[in-house]
Every structure is written in structure tokens, then in C-alpha cells.
């Protein structure tokens, strides 16, 4: 079979196999791992400050000669204080519910949060010579993508409908990630002015690849041969795989997270703001539900990210202490990994070795 196509050769890569950068999930092991067999790993660092960013940035180089994307969040970062008017609200209701299922945390100040935008971390992607940025929650700056082209970088914007694919590939992006509905995590759709996209990736990769120039990474749902190959029918030129590598040994997902993926039903898993104020898709647990019923019963508002974020960011460490999977965040798309493979390398080979086995038609 032959893998190589004009997007394999832009990243420099052999296999157009994209590990999904997961925040939270992602570690450069993990990075190292796909990029070391040929595939492109990403590293997910949005929102984190610079220091981090380029710490993660060092040791992914010091386990891979081979290209990696690095990932930002192209957000803006909340400044101004009607942002922050439900913000209190919810820090008391998250405290009493902790309390309740004993998952009691420390909490901290909202005037302490500190948010940090990809603007703060452009710089530390420059320095070190990253050469392929990926991003999602919107689009980033005019003036930080000529920075970026200056330099040669490949930019790869996210969208979760044809309009946002159109609007990346017109600021100058090189390749789109065609997010579907049934990823997992965050839905990186920016666009204010109209409802949730809710595209499933069958609909939205033809439609994308008819209506925009660029190459498209096909992304959500894919776990196996057969549905990366359906991809590449549907028009992508590369697939961009999550929820397949959580479980792996690589992964900093906890035990509970891990387990409850491996026996994760297709109806398993829901959209929800509860955890972070921004559509997410995860496997829904207590924590889903509780906030769920205070919401539509007390008319609670749920503030917008990176606000919701921050305030159960301390409530959801409580809980991966304690290897609960019920008060923390378990993102996953609505496909998880059904074969064999433990560790990340061992994931992505036999993602590769099922797609080259299946006859082609
Ligand atoms: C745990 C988790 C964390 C994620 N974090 C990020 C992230 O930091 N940046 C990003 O662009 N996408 C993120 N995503 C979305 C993935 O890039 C991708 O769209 C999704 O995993 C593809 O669908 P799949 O999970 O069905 O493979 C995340 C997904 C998961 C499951």
C-alpha cells in the first residue's frame, strides 16, 4: 500500500497517521513513540505557560530526531470581569458537591487563576525551531501566522464545518483537521455566530475536501483499518487518531480513565460544558450528571472557558488522586480502541498493519 501522498511529504513523515494532540493525555513518550515509527505525533501544549511549554518541548526532543507538531489553543484569554460573574456561584457549588463524595480539594482564589494565551508561548516555539504547529479553538492572530510562515512553519488549523475550513484556508493555513462530531474532547469549533457545528466526520470530510484546496485530517471516530482507509475514500489525506492511544502505556490517563474506556459502548459517551465551559465530548460520569440536574433545577450558569476550567481544575486532580473516574474529566470520542496493542507504538502498528491488510475496492 501506499501511504505517501503531498501531505507525507510536507510533514516529512512516512505514514499519514497523526497522534491527536490530548491535553491532559499526551505525554512526549507518547509523542516520541508515533513520530520514531514515521507517523506524526503532537504535542499538546495550550494554555500552559512558556516555561512548561518549553520544558515539554525539550524532552520530546530528547526521545525524537523525527518532525512533531506542537499544539496551541488559539483562544483569547478572558480579561474582562462581566466574564467572571458566575464564576463565584460555581466555586461554592463545586466545593459542597466535593464534600458530599468526599473528593474535598483546596481551593484557590479565582483572582489568583492565571491564563495564559498562545501569544505568550509563540516565542518558545520559534526559539526552539518547531516546525509544524497545529491549533484549535480558533484561529490565531494575523500577525502570529506571517511570524509563523516567515519561518517556514506548516500551520494546521482546526474546523468543525466547511465555513471554518474556508475561513482557515483564506488566513494562510497548509492543512485543516476535519473535526467530526464523534471526537473526543474538546470541539474546537470558533465560529459566534452560529449553533455547535454536530457534523459526523462521513458528512463533514467530503464536503470539506470538495470545498477547500488545502489537505484535510480526517479526525473522529477512526480506531481502526477500516475507518482510516474509509477516511482516505472520503477525501482526507492524513487521519488524526485520539482516543486509540488513552489507554496506552504511554498515556498520563489515570487507571479508572483507562479502564472505563475499554468497556466503553457507543452510547457511552455525551457533550458536556460541565467541566471546562466549552463543548466537550467525554464519557459521562457523576460529575456530568450532578451538574446536569443542578443547572436545569437551580438555574446555576456554567461560566465560559478557560473560566469553568480553571475552577475544577483542583476538584478533578482531588479525583485522579484518588483514581476515582467519577469526578474527573473522561474525554473520549465515540469510537475506542478495540485491538490488541499496550503500548503507543504498539497501538499505531496495528493501526497500520489493519489498514494495509484490508483489500482495497
Ligand atoms: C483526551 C483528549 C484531549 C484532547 N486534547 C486536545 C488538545 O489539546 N488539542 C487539540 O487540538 N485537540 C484535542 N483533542 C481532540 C483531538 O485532537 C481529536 O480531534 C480527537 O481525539 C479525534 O477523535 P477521536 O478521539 O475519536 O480519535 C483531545 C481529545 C481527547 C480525547
Redesign the pocket.
Known amino acids: 500500500m501506499n501511504w505517501q501522498n503531498g501531505l507525507t511529504q510536507l510533514l516529512g513523515i512516512t505514514y499519514p497517521i497523526i497522534q ?7 505525554t512526549p513518550e507518547m509523542v516520541a513513540a508515533v513520530s520514531n515509527l514515521g507517523g506524526l505525533g ?1 504535542l ?1 501544549v ?1 494554555g500552559l505557560s512558556p516555561e512548561k511549554t518549553l520544558a515539554l518541548i525539550k524532552k520530546t526532543k530528547s526521545l525524537t530526531q523525527r518532525p512533531f507538531a506542537v ?1 496551541l ?1 488559539a483562544h483569547d484569554v478572558p480579561t474582562d470581569a462581566s466574564a467572571f460573574a458566575h464564576a463565584q456561584s460555581m466555586a461554592e457549588y463545586l466545593e459542597e458537591l466535593a464534600q458530599k463524595h468526599s473528593v474535598a480539594f483546596q481551593s484557590q482564589p479565582i483572582s489568583d487563576f492565571q491564563f495564559y494565551s498562545y501569544r505568550d508561548q509563540v516565542q518558545v516555539l520559534l526559539d526552539e525551531q518547531i516546525q509544524i504547529v ?4 480558533g484561529i490565531l492572530a494575523d500577525e502570529i501566522i506571517a511570524l509563523f510562515k516567515e519561518k517556514g512553519v506548516v500551520l494546521i488549523g ?1 474546523a468543525t464545518c466547511v465555513k471554518e475550513a474556508q475561513i482557515l484556508e483564506e488566513k494562510g493555513v497548509d492543512a485543516i ?1 476535519a ?2 462530531i ?5 470541539r ?1 469549533s470558533f465560529l459566534a455566530d452560529v449553533e455547535l457545528p454536530q457534523i459526523g466526520s462521513i458528512a463533514l470530510i467530503p464536503q470539506m475536501a470538495d470545498q477547500v484546496s488545502i489537505p484535510i485530517l480526517a ?5 481502526d483499518g477500516r475507518t482510516i482507509r474509509a477516511a482516505f475514500i472520503l477525501g482526507a489525506a492524513a487521519v ?5 492511544f ?1 489507554a496506552s502505556s504511554e498515556s498520563s ?1 489515570i487507571p479508572a480513565y483507562k479502564a472505563a474506556l475499554k468497556v466503553a459502548k457507543d452510547t457511552d459517551t455525551v457533550l458536556t460544558r460541565n467541566f471546562s465551559g466549552r463543548f ?3 464519557i459521562q460520569n457523576e460529575f456530568m450528571r450532578e451538574v446536569d440536574v443542578e443547572v436545569k433545577q437551580s438555574g446555576r450558569i456554567i461560566p465560559q472557558y478557560p473560566i469553568q476550567n480553571s475552577l475544577t481544575t483542583a476538584l478533578r486532580a482531588e479525583s485522579q488522586k484518588q483514581n476515582n473516574a467519577q469526578f474527573t ?1 473522561l ?5 475506542v480502541y478495540r485491538g490488541t496493542g499496550v503500548s503507543s507504538a504498539d497501538v499505531f502498528n496495528d493501526l497500520v498493519r489493519q489498514t494495509e491488510q484490508l483489500k482495497s475496492f
Open positions: 491527536a494532540p490530548m491535553l491532559g493525555v499526551t503532537s499538546p495550550g499544539n489553543f497545529s491549533f484549535t479553538f482546526t483537521t473535526q467530526g464523534e471526537a473526543g474532547g474538546h474546537g479526525s473522529g471516530g477512526i480506531n488524526q487518531i485520539g482516543t486509540a488513552i490517563a466537550a465530548r467525554g474529566n474525554w473520549s470520542g465515540q469510537s
